[in-house]
């Protein structure tokens, strides 16, 4: 039996892979995920979608910090060539519809959500979710990035739930 490998074979390029994080309603979890994320990105070499990618996840953690009132998760899911970025958290209430109601004024503090959401990713959506770690059933928002795809269009695939 010949001796066991020192350390284990990194996943290849385009081998799937998943990281999850779960932190507390805390105004510093946005921060962490951006941070944590940008780390996954860099050592899988997708440096390329990780400056959308943390715009994307920044939006969606503060917003699940600001109004759910309970801890959140954020899941990683890379099948190649789409980085899926689902963020939960154990508030039931779905984002307001996308529905043009206007231009956003340029001192608002809120409400460009969703709009930098339809801009910037490939793909999105939301789904009932079920986080037994988060303590509830709750929703998840989710995201899509190609890899290579340039800017956003709007016949984007989604990758399967």
């Given at each position: 039996?010949?001796?066991?490998?020192?350390?284990?074979v990194?996943?290849?390029?385009?081998?799937?892979?998943?990281?999850?994080?779960?932190?507390?309603?805390?105004p510093?979890?946005?921060?962490?995920?951006?941070?944590?994320?940008?780390?996954?990105?860099?050592?899988?070499?997708?440096?390329?979608?990780?400056?959308r990618?943390?715009?994307?996840?920044?939006?969606?953690?503060?917003?699940?910090?600001?109004?759910?009132?309970?801890?959140?998760?954020v899941?990683?899911?890379?099948?190649?060539?789409?980085?899926?970025?689902?963020?939960?958290?154990?508030?039931?209430?779905?984002?307001?519809?996308?529905?043009?109601?206007?231009?956003?004024?340029?001192?608002?503090?809120?409400?460009?959500?969703?709009?930098?959401?339809?801009?910037?990713?490939?793909?999105?959506?939301?789904?009932c979710?079920?986080?037994?770690?988060l303590?509830?059933?709750?929703?998840?928002?989710?995201?899509?990035?190609?890899?290579?795809?340039?800017?956003?269009?709007?016949?984007?695939?989604?990758?399967?739930?």
């Amino acid at each position: 039996m010949p001796p066991p490998a020192p350390y284990p074979v990194p996943t290849p390029f385009g081998g799937p892979w998943e990281y999850a994080l779960r932190f507390p309603g805390d105004p510093r979890g946005p921060g962490v995920a951006r941070a944590t994320l940008r780390a996954v990105l860099t050592a899988h070499h997708l440096g390329e979608l990780a400056d959308r990618a943390e715009l994307l996840t920044s939006e969606l953690t503060t917003n699940a910090v600001r109004y759910s009132k309970g801890p959140a998760a954020v899941l990683l899911r890379w099948a190649a060539p789409i980085l899926r970025v689902s963020v939960s958290d154990p508030c039931p209430e779905f984002p307001a519809p996308r529905v043009p109601v206007g231009p956003v004024a340029v001192d608002a503090e809120r409400g460009r959500g969703l709009l930098i959401l339809d801009l910037l990713a490939d793909a999105w959506g939301d789904c009932c979710a079920e986080e037994p770690a988060l303590g509830s059933v709750g929703k998840s928002i989710w995201f899509e990035l190609i890899l290579g795809a340039g800017p956003p269009s709007s016949d984007a695939p989604a990758l399967a739930a």
